[in-house]
């Protein structure tokens, strides 16, 4: 994938997350207080969006891709089964959340466990 596509994805994670977040405060609240899932709902967008600033941080910093699917697998089945779960109350969903964590330190390792060739950005 290209840098400039990969750009591209973080400004979507970016911009679904701002717009989930606002939707869960304001469209969804009050259902998502009934349900006892609002807690949920703002757990998996403030995953969402922190991870989605961290792909960013990556792709600008032309890192070699450090994190940045892990990150990616993250947000998908780490947020997106807190967002599922908080709509539908399927509490096995909570199973696939872990996974999604997981996904997170493996991404946060690549990072902190980086060889020092890791550091320079890839040749053009």
């Not at 997350?17 to 403030?46: P, S």
């Not at 989605?52 to 892990?70: D, E, N």
């Not at 872990?98 to 550091?119: E, M, N, Q, T, Y």
């Amino acid at each position: 994938m290209s840098t400039s596509a990969k750009l591209r994805l973080a400004a979507v994670i970016l911009f679904v997350g701002i717009a989930l977040g606002a939707f869960g405060a304001h469209g969804l609240k009050d259902v998502l207080e009934k349900t006892g899932r609002l807690d949920n709902w703002e757990t998996g967008t403030f995953y969402h969006l922190l991870h989605g600033v961290a792909i960013f941080v990556i792709v600008l910093s032309g890192k070699r891709a450090l994190g940045f699917y892990w990150f990616l697998a993250g947000i998908m089945l780490f947020s997106g089964s807190l967002y599922v779960l908080a709509l539908t109350d399927i509490s096995k969903l909570g199973a696939i959340t872990p996974l999604g964590g997981v996904s997170f330190l493996v991404g946060w390792s690549r990072w902190i466990f980086a060889r020092k060739h890791d550091d320079v950005p890839p040749s053009s």
